[in-house]
T-cell receptor, first 115, second 114 residues
Framework: ETGVTQTPRHLVMGMTNKKSLKCEQHLGHNAMYWYKQSAKKPLELMFVYNFKEQTENNSVPSRFSPECPNSSHLFLHLHTLQPEDSALYLC??????????????FGPGTRLTVL | AQSVAQPEDQVNVAEGNPLTVKCTYSVSGNPYLFWYVQYPNRGLQFLLKYITGDNLVKGSYGFEAEFNKSQTSFHLKKPSALVSDSALYFCAVRGPYNTDKLIFGTGTRLQVFP
């Protein structure tokens, strides 16, 4: 489980705050993903980066801003969030060569609470 | 459009008994199927996947899954459940095209009682 790490593990923020989530993968992968996990809802894919290029933005509000400076690091910058954005945010990585068998490996997640 | 269904919110089983967690899917073309497990306060851990070949796939921690094309199912199984298997299990499916996304089910909570 140390292949993909996420910090912080827990975050409480007010609606006017700006914060960032960090993800790092140590698996030599080329693709990285942000997912949102809310109670009783399927996992929601937010963003995909492949070889540092954003290849997917799943209609995510602009108050979420991703950044991928290299293939090992992924950030999610947060600003003016809403209480309904409270959720577990999961980062994942994969080889990223586009094959359907490409397996994603997940980090432990950041539990975000927006007050 | 791709979709995956996990019809049971929760499955209860006694320790030592066999367990089954159900998953059905809908996809155009050949499916690529995955099972993940999530323990409390942890991320999803990859268990196993079906790509092609033998319909019975073996994975981590003694789990296996059977691909059934005619029933469009990919049920997760284990011959003898352990209390430590108690967790949230997710089935996921992707279609065969590069543009197909990995679609997750809503999850099934497995509770193994001593």
């Amino acid at each position: 489980e140390t292949g993909v790490t996420q910090t912080p593990r827990h975050l409480v923020m007010g609606m006017t705050n700006k914060k960032s989530l960090k993800c790092e993968q140590h698996l030599g992968h080329n693709a990285m993903y942000w997912y949102k996990q809310s109670a009783k809802k399927p996992l929601e894919l937010m963003f995909v980066y492949n070889f540092k290029e954003q290849t997917e933005n799943n209609s995510v509000p602009s108050r979420f801003s991703p950044e991928c400076p290299n293939s090992s690091h992924l950030f999610l910058h947060l600003h003016t969030l809403q209480p309904e954005d409270s959720a577990l945010y999961l980062c994942a990585s994969s080889q990223g060569f586009g094959g359907a068998e490409d397996t994603q490996y997940f980090g432990p997640g950041t539990r975000l609470t927006v007050l | 459009a791709q979709s995956v269904a996990q019809p049971e919110d929760q499955v209860n089983v006694a320790e030592g008994n066999p367990l089954t967690v159900k998953c059905t899917y809908s996809v155009s073309g050949n499916p690529y199927l995955f099972w993940y497990v999530q323990y409390p306060n942890r991320g999803l851990q990859f268990l196993l996947k079906y790509i092609t070949g033998d319909n019975l796939v073996k994975g981590s921690y003694g789990f296996e899954a059977e691909f059934n094309k005619s029933q469009t199912s990919f049920h997760l199984k284990k011959p003898s459940a352990l209390v430590s298997d108690s967790a949230l299990y997710f089935c996921a499916v992707r279609g065969p095209y590069n543009t197909d996304k990995l679609i997750f089910g809503t999850g099934t909570r497995l509770q193994v009682f001593p």
